[in-house]
């Protein structure tokens, strides 16, 4: 018998009659939320926003988020502390510390020397943005970039801080911002996802913590919003390929029947997980076409590969994914996101961040050169920070190339570029030990609600009903931060 056949005699009339209102109530509204899951795959269109979304006039498009894992120290990078030459050896006054919390790390230190940073600062373009020697290249897009100094979060562990950054939560299990945006703003284009995520690893500490598939992951939003992770080998996704010798007529084929299965399912259990399927499904057919041509960089001219660096034809690099978030962005993606390891400097610091900078500096650069000759800066916002920072007195033996740094969440620094966020300004400041904020904190959701608004979203109004609860990203907190918008 035709297992089309079977599953419709397998249905009985009180099912029938039992499931109708619910799975026909959930049919119309995935086909509300996502036409393309009932449409001809042939005349697939990208995903539409939730109605009413954008709440107001977007600055930005999309994001693409350079996230530094491992978290660079603020002291050798944006926040220029040029009173620790004096302290340097000292003992970090008890007044500055309060009691701060500390890791199983230097918590048993009993001693808390102040160190100060090796590396020369100058300030850089029109606005004189104090910046760091390691970063030479940065000193090109001063004037394009908006430095943050005041930052701070509460987790002082990797794990629940880098989930606190990407889900608005240290526990995980919460959607990503990602997984958010493409609930919220849906997709551009119909052909790729509209969440990419791709994943180097430095030289500054190729050890550095692991990174979890769950911080790309949609949580309890429909699994289809989660991050696709583009891979630098041959298969860019990992079982995206047709076996060999398959034609791409039978995929289609194999795939319609299987649509047709699925829909039956659908409408007998009304599980919407279902139709998520379907979507997953067609999404990764378009894709066997569309991935391939965005990875290849062969057809980049040779002054942008230069741009970017040497180490963009090295796959797997941070400067070769850096030169695809461009040519992704390009192509309608929402949201893409660089996760680049090695940061986590708790010993040999001078020497670690100066390889750690070499591979990221001319290629975040790069990025941002690169969109703003093409056009596409002004509708694109681009971020680029850890998880948190690093701490002023020395972890282990206080010498010039063998101090290291502990965690610090009290104040670290990242920066923001593009649609909607004011140029060549400073924002922030700590005190002379860059260990507390003493104007303008920023907190995680402060920061998350400011994406947000610079795509045109009221963080308060972007919610998702789950256990009898409306969700949000940035929890029941979050302000804007006025004073860096354009």
Known sequence: MHPLLSMRQALTRRQLLGRSASGLGTMALASLLNPSLFANPSQSKPSP???????????????IYLVQAGAPSQIETFDY??????????????????????????AGQGKFPVARSVLKFARQGKAGTWMSEILPFHGKIADDICVIRSVHTEAINHDQAITFFQTGAQQPGRPSFGSWLSYGLGSENADLPSFVVMTSIGTGRPDDQPLYDRLWGSGFLP????????????DPVLYLSDPQGLARETRRDMLDDLASLNRLKHEAIGDPEITTRIAQYEMAFRMQM???????????PESVKKLYGPDVEKPGTFAANCLRARRLSERGVRFVQLYHRGWDHHGGLPNAIRLQARDTDQASAALILDLKARGLLDETLVIWGGEFGRTVYSQGALSPDGYGRDHHPRCFSLWMAGGGIKPGVT???????????????????????????????????????????????TDVHGEIIRGILA
Not at 49 to 63: N, S, Y
Not at 291 to 300: A, G
Request: aromatic share 6%; glycine share 8%.
């Open 290 to 300: 569309s991935v391939p041509e965005v990875m290849d960089l062969s057809k980049e």
């Open 49 to 63: 926003a939730l109605p009413g979304i954008p709440h107001f006039a977007p600055k930005a498009k999309r994001v």
């Open 427 to 473: 924002w922030g400041e700590t005190d002379e030990f860059s260990y507390n904020i003493v104007r303008d904190p920023v907190h995680v959701h402060d920061l998350n609600a400011t994406i947000l608004h610079c795509l045109g979203i009221d963080h308060t109004r972007l919610t998702y009903k789950f256990q009898g609860r409306d969700f949000r990203l």
């Open 223 to 234: 699994t289809n919003l989660q991050g696709v992770r583009l891979r630098s080998g041959k």
């Open 81 to 106: 502390k040029p009173e620790l030459d004096k302290l340097h050896g000292s003992e970090l006054p008890e007044s500055i510390r309060k009691g701060q919390r500390l890791t199983t790390m230097t």
